[in-house]
């Protein structure tokens, strides 16, 4: 019976340890995947939606870890595309701090962009990208408040999780192929 016990205790000591190093990011439980982070002018974080092609001066894509800018180091699972737009493209944004006043959210909320926490709560959301708001609350067990955590969604919801290998979209004709 000891044995079995060790062999257990050990098997989840492995299991947490894997679980652990699966991942350097630091996330909620539902998050974006597979979808890069767009980021626009190196602070505003978005989407492509609104956009037109002629309004964009340069873009450049990420995809090493390693080679991130600090900034987005939490934020670039899925690699990140920085888009600089032309000067005289203008984009509504609100900051971290007035997304948090106009929820009336005064205590110390934690910030999420796709389910990734933001470390750096200085970038701006561009307001016509955001697709949801979710404010999480937390308790402990007496009913106490813990902490609150707000999740912005720039992604809407069939664009949150990556098509799987064999998977198919309701609105795929015959002949359709993914490529990655």
């Known amino acids: 019976m ?11 000591k492995v299991a947490f340890v894997m679980a652990q190093s699966d991942t350097i990011y630091r996330h909620l439980a539902v998050m974006r995947e597979g979808a890069p982070l767009i980021v626009t002018n190196d602070n505003i974080i978005g989407n492509l939606d609104g956009i ?3 309004e964009i001066d340069s873009i450049r894509v990420l995809k ?5 800018p600090a900034r987005v180091k939490n934020l670039d699972k899925y690699g990140v595309i920085f888009v600089v737009l032309k000067k005289t493209v203008n984009i509504k944004t609100k900051s971290v701090k007035e997304i948090k006043a106009w929820l009336g959210v005064i205590n110390d909320a934690k910030f999420a962009v796709d389910g990734f926490l933001l470390e750096d709560e200085n970038w701006l959301i561009a307001t016509e990208a955001i697709r949801e708001i979710n404010v999480i609350k937390n ?3 007496s009913g106490n408040l813990t902490n609150v955590v707000i999740n912005v969604w720039t992604l809407d919801p069939e664009g949150r999780k990556a098509l799987m290998p064999g998977k198919r979209l309701s609105t795929d004709k015959p002949g359709v192929i993914y490529i990655r």
């Open 139 to 141: 308790k402990d067990i």
């Open 2 to 12: 000891k044995k079995v016990i060790i062999i257990l205790l050990l098997s989840f």
């Open 64 to 68: 090493d870890h390693a080679t991130m």
């Open 52 to 54: 037109k092609p002629d």
